[in-house]
T-cell receptor, first 109, second 118 residues
């Protein structure tokens, strides 16, 4: 079967750095997305990786290793507004999106 | 950037009534839209793929007679929850591929509709 694993919840301190991991086992791979979802709101796009390596975009970076079935989202200089759920989603061989359950990130002052 | 407009944001209805949720693509055409359902503290569950001018494709376990989807134009898809019951209470979200950035076929989501059935 297809599976996306990410931690259920993480806690970090304002101003610090946090890394949210995502591992996947899917039938084929055509890219990996990270979305941010604030409570009660719809997800918003953060990043897309299809090749191995690190993609940096401001305070957020996303890394992919296809051989290891692994990605992480790195958030730097954490702000209170970064408190949200972070969803990892993989595009499989049929170009279907497989969603992880999301990681709830709690930022403390 | 591309915007997907969804309404209503909140709806409360009595058991047995039907509720329609609209999803519009603004400033772009969406031949395909996706309808998701999300329970508290859970991930998104794809319900169906809405195709303009043809029947929707439903995921396994989703009742097509219960959740009616109509995609009559390139900018509008509707989801009607028929004869709603309390167990249908959920957060419903639509989305469309906007092909940006870099042609990645990113999904842009509507704001979601929170349905509460009394």
């Amino acid at each position: 079967g297809q599976n996306i694993d990410q931690p259920t919840e993480m806690t970090a301190t304002e101003g610090a750095i946090v890394q949210i991991n995502c591992t996947y086992q899917t039938s084929g791979f055509n890219g990996l997305f990270w979305y941010q979802q604030h409570a009660g709101e719809a997800p918003t796009f953060l990043s897309y990786n299809v090749l191995d390596g690190l993609e940096e975009k401001g305070r957020f970076s996303s890394f992919l290793s296809r051989s290891k079935g692994y990605s992480y989202l790195l958030l730097k200089e954490l702000q209170m507004k970064d408190s949200a759920s972070y969803l990892c989603a993989v595009v499989d061989s049929n170009y279907q999106l497989i969603w992880g359950a999301g990681t709830k990130l709690i930022i403390k002052p | 950037g591309a915007v997907v407009s969804q309404h209503p944001s909140w709806v409360i209805c009595k058991s047995g009534t039907s509720v329609k949720i609209e999803c519009r693509s603004l400033d772009f055409q969406a031949t395909t839209m996706f309808w998701y359902r999300q329970f508290p503290k859970q991930s998104l569950m794809l319900m169906a793929t809405s195709n303009e001018g043809s029947k929707a494709t439903y995921e396994q376990g989703v009742e097509k007679d219960k959740f009616l989807i109509n995609h009559a134009s390139l900018t509008l898809s509707t989801l009607t929850v028929t004869s709603a019951h309390p167990e249908d209470s959920s957060f419903y979200i639509c989305s469309a591929r906007t092909g940006e950035p870099s042609g990645a076929n990113v999904l842009t989501f509507g704001a979601g509709s929170r349905l509460t059935v009394l």
